[in-house]
């Protein structure tokens, strides 16, 4: 392959579309982004309009090949990462969506779920999809909008409409409604499918009355996904890589070997560990999903989320007026040498794995008159440690139980991992070193990775996991005693937030 070989990564996330240009070795060569309006028509309720996140994206594409300065002949394939669980629904026919889209964040879908966990189909539900009930994933979004929009189910049954995840939504519009594909690791967060078997669950989809016509067909998430339309970049270009946000980090990270673990301190954290070919199901509160798949062999992942992340400093920012920029928490942490005792717990939305408390509320606890807003902010930094760390000890406690080796090293990624203090914070806290790799854009990445090895631009795996090259280490300063001190007082005060 020529080195002047370049690959377009689509980043299409909850906030924003993105398109970035990578060179062979991972290096960006140009970025654009766009914001992606939300829309909120009642509490609890979180939409996108599917056109605006098919233009924002096809617009960033296009600005991003202009700045390149490339043509798009030198661009070897196209790879692309979404926000995952987002739900679209569409007419075959006319390539219009129905309804905007039901976002991952909507809890509209709550008591269908409620309803199913009544049913007592749980843990059938967990057997076969590695997930637990909730409305997060696709399943009952779908369910609801098949029930709630005129004339849905009928065409449904008609075999008219299209169920995606934006991964899908996108293809569909790049290759000019050619394809109604998706990948196994978007799959994997529709509610629907059988990662055990890379199949779709008949029977659950006969139990939430879903017609499979809807449904997209599943590929391994590096393989051929179609072409882009020339219309769209000026040249035919083809789709070779396709994962979900989370898993396509976990790949950008080189997460290859099972006990791998990477974490995105984005707005949420996301933390998922490789689990190779095995299928384990968390007895630490965790849920089992597909990782990204190169080839027809399964690869599936533990994964965490904490719900308020990077959110608390912007809750700071904008909710307290602490700090003018995000970045500014760190000086104002750092002005004081600890929390002086200060605990904060931000469950502003209940709080999410390992705990599972969706009536959870915020708690901010061991305020003295010598406190002052630099604890706080520290004390809220300090929260996305403690709830990571939460998340990796769930994460050991079942490599251990599954007979893997100790967890050894965290692989960090997203906009919170920039700040210092906290990365030191969170190599204490778990005592293993923190690594902070040079290209930080591993989501982008993952699925550009993904494509060049479809499009025979890199041999293997291990030729990607020689490019990833760390920036910064962070390695534990503190004593494990200590640590462990830490971690019993952020217990107790999540004791308290889910008392509260
Ligand atoms: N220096 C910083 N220290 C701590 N948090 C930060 C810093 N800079 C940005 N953030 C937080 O990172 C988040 C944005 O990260 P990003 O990866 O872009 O998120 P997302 O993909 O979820 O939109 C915001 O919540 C912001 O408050
Ligand atoms: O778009 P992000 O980065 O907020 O990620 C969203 C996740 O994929 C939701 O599961």
């Not at 049913?119 to 979004?141: C, M, P, V």
């Not at 673990?261 to 968390?282: D, H, P, R, V, W």
Request: charged share 15%; aromatic share 8%; hydrophobic share 40%.
């Amino acid at each position: 392959m020529p080195s002047d070989t370049y690959l377009l990564a689509l980043d299409q996330g909850t906030s924003s579309s993105r398109s970035i240009v990578f060179d062979r070795q991972g290096q960006i060569h140009s970025l654009a982004q766009q914001e992606l309006p939300q829309i909120y028509p009642s509490p609890g309720w979180v939409e996108h309009d599917p056109q605006l996140i098919w233009q924002t994206q096809l617009s960033t594409a296009q600005q991003a090949l202009k700045q390149s300065g490339l043509t798009a002949a030198q661009i070897s394939a196209v790879g692309i990462t979404n926000q995952r669980e987002t739900t679209v629904l569409w007419h075959k026919q006319t390539g219009q969506p129905l309804h905007n889209a039901i976002v991952w964040q909507d809890r509209r879908a709550e008591p269908a779920c409620a309803a199913l966990r009544a049913a007592g189909h749980e843990a059938r539900i967990q057997h076969s999809t590695g997930l637990r009930i909730d409305a997060y994933f696709s399943a009952t979004k779908l369910q609801w909008l098949l029930q709630h929009l005129p004339g849905a189910r009928q065409l449904a049954e008609q075999g008219l409409l299209a169920f995606g995840t934006v991964d899908s939504w996108l293809i569909w519009n790049l290759t000019k409604g050619a394809k109604h594909v998706t990948d196994v690791s978007n799959a994997a967060r529709t509610m629907l499918f059988d990662i055990r078997r890379n199949a779709w669950d008949q029977e659950l989809l006969d139990l939430l009355g879903i017609p499979s016509s809807v449904l997209p067909q599943v590929q391994p998430s590096s393989s051929d996904f179609g072409q882009v339309h020339p219309a769209w970049l000026g040249a035919s270009l083809p789709i070779g890589g396709v994962a979900g946000d989370q898993q396509a980090a976990l790949f950008g990270q080189a997460c290859f070997d099972s006990g791998m673990i990477k974490n995105t301190y984005g707005t949420g954290c996301f933390m998922l560990m490789q689990t190779g070919a095995q299928f384990e199901l968390s007895g630490n509160g965790l849920i089992t999903t597909s990782a990204a798949q190169t080839s027809q062999q399964v690869q599936y992942a533990l994964e965490g989320s904490v719900f308020v992340g990077g959110a608390v400093v912007q809750w700071l920012r904008d909710g307290l007026n602490a700090i003018h920029t995000s970045g500014d928490v760190q000086n104002l942490a750092e002005s004081v040498p600890d929390s002086g005792g200060v605990m904060m717990v931000p469950a502003f939305t209940g709080l999410g794995a390992p705990y599972w408390q969706p009536e959870a509320r915020g708690t901010i606890t061991g305020i003295t008159r010598g406190t002052s807003i630099a604890h706080i902010a520290r004390a809220a930094l300090e929260s996305i440690a403690y709830q990571s760390t939460a998340l990796l000890d769930a994460m050991s406690r079942d490599a251990c139980q599954a007979g893997a080796k100790p967890v050894s090293q965290l692989r960090v990624d997203g906009g919170a991992s920039v700040n210092n203090l906290l990365m030191q914070f969170q190599a204490d806290l778990l005592g293993i070193p923190v690594l902070r790799p040079r290209i930080t854009e591993t989501t982008a990445l993952g699925a550009a990775w993904l494509a060049g090895l479809q499009a025979g631009v890199y041999a293997n795996t291990d030729e990607l996991a020689q490019l990833w090259q760390p920036e910064r280490q962070f390695l534990p300063t503190m004593g494990r005693a200590r640590a462990q001190e830490h971690m019993q007082q952020w217990d107790h005060a999540v004791r308290q937030a889910t008392a509260a």
